[in-house]
């Protein structure tokens, strides 16, 4: 799988300013600073695709970016979402008021929105508004992937310790990432290509 191009398309605090989605669409959510601009623009392998800030609250409008990608020997388009990051106690009241309402609204009405990753921090584990958009995505039908990232912050004696005890809270298969390594990048393209209905390769290859 290789990514030829990555882009930006289209940023909005509204949803109705978001341009109808054109290709299958898969959203990055979680905790404020949790590392989704970062694992998006790992995932593509562009340092700078994305912005990314170590202070909270750096994402404040749904970011498009598009991919074209080679899977397969087929060329592909993916639209990778960025949200604005949950959690985040030192936004303005106003702000903080229409954050929910605009991730909800974009993850129950988007219709090319094939799944969410889930983003959460390795050394936090699952948090109450993690669950939260679990089961609000369980509530719509989007099929979560979880990713637990910055891993490279564990010692790798604790990695697969603290991946498995996520792994027993949540009852979904967790994907552990580095954004700083790259540790996990394979594993998550094969959910995202597969949630998306871009890799298939069993179907592909039968006659
Ligand atoms: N060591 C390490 N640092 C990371 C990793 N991912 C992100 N970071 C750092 O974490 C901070 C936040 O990263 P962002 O990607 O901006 O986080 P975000 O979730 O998009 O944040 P908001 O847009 O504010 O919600 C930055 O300082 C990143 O460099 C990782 O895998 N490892
Ligand atoms: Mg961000």
Redesign the pocket.
């Known amino acids: 799988m290789d990514v030829l191009d990555a882009e930006f398309v289209a940023g909005a605090t509204v949803l109705g300013q978001l341009p109808a989605p054109t290709f299958a669409e898969v959203a990055f959510a ?10 998006i ?2 995932l593509v392998r562009r340092k700078k695709l ?11 409008a749904i970011n498009i970016f598009r991919v074209r990608l080679r899977a397969n020997d087929d060329e592909a388009h993916l639209d990778l979402v ?1 949200l ?2 949950y959690g ?1 106690a030192q936004r303005s009241k106003a702000e903080r008021k229409s954050w929910g309402p605009l991730i909800e609204g974009f993850l129950s009405e988007r219709p090319g929105l094939r799944g969410a990753v889930v ?1 959460v921090d390795i050394r936090r584990g699952v948090q109450d508004d993690d669950r939260q958009l679990l089961e609000f995505l369980e509530s719509v039908g989007v099929t979560p992937i979880l990713v637990a ?5 564990l010692p790798a004696s604790k990695r697969k310790p603290a991946v498995a005890k996520l792994q027993r809270e949540l009852s979904h298969r967790v994907i552990p ?5 790259g540790d996990g990048r394979d594993a998550l393209w094969k959910r995202v290509l597969s949630v998306s209905s871009i890799d298939r390769p069993d179907e592909a290859a039968q006659p």
């Open positions: 979680g905790r404020s600073n949790v590392g989704k601009s970062s694992l623009n790992n994305v912005r990314t800030s170590s202070a909270p609250g750096c994402t404040r960025d604005p990051g985040y983003i990232t910055k891993i490279d912050k990432y580095s954004s700083v390594t």
